[in-house]
Nanobody
Framework: QVQLVESGGGLVQPGGSLRLSCTAS????????MAWYRQAPGKQRELVAL???????DYLDAVEGRFTITKDDIASTVYLQMNSLKPEDTGVYYC????????????WGRGTQVTVSA
């Protein structure tokens, strides 16, 4: 059974930092592309950061230079270091595991709330 469990969300003041973690079980983690998405109230879910199985990374323009995605294949964990947080970064952050093997194979975590407010 595939399971992705996020942690590390919370309330932080503007300019602060948070580190999100997502630990996977039930999958061959190193073969998956891992990503963080977020969804703000009343808005669509958007891709924030991606790290492919080979280590290539990509970011939403709005977080480029402030957020860093990394992974530990041994620990089956992906991280999102978020610095210089802004109120517009507020939302539920979801972990995603994805790959193509004769069809799409994808899994989602339940999400962790990030609130940036003074």
């Amino acid at each position: 059974q595939v399971q992705l469990v996020e942690s590390g969300g919370g309330l932080v003041q503007p300019g602060g930092s948070l580190r999100l973690s997502c630990t996977a079980s039930g999958i061959s983690f190193s073969f998956y592309n891992m990503a963080w998405y977020r969804q703000a109230p009343g808005k669509q879910r958007e891709l924030v950061a991606l790290i492919k199985s080979g280590g290539y990374t990509d970011y939403l323009d709005a977080v480029e230079g402030r957020f860093t995605i990394t992974k530990d294949d041994i620990a089956s964990t992906v991280y999102l270091q978020m610095n210089s947080l802004k109120p517009e970064d507020t939302g539920v952050y979801y972990c995603n595991a994805d790959r193509w093997v004769g069809g799409r194979d994808t899994a989602w975590g339940r999400g962790t709330q990030v609130t940036v407010s003074a």
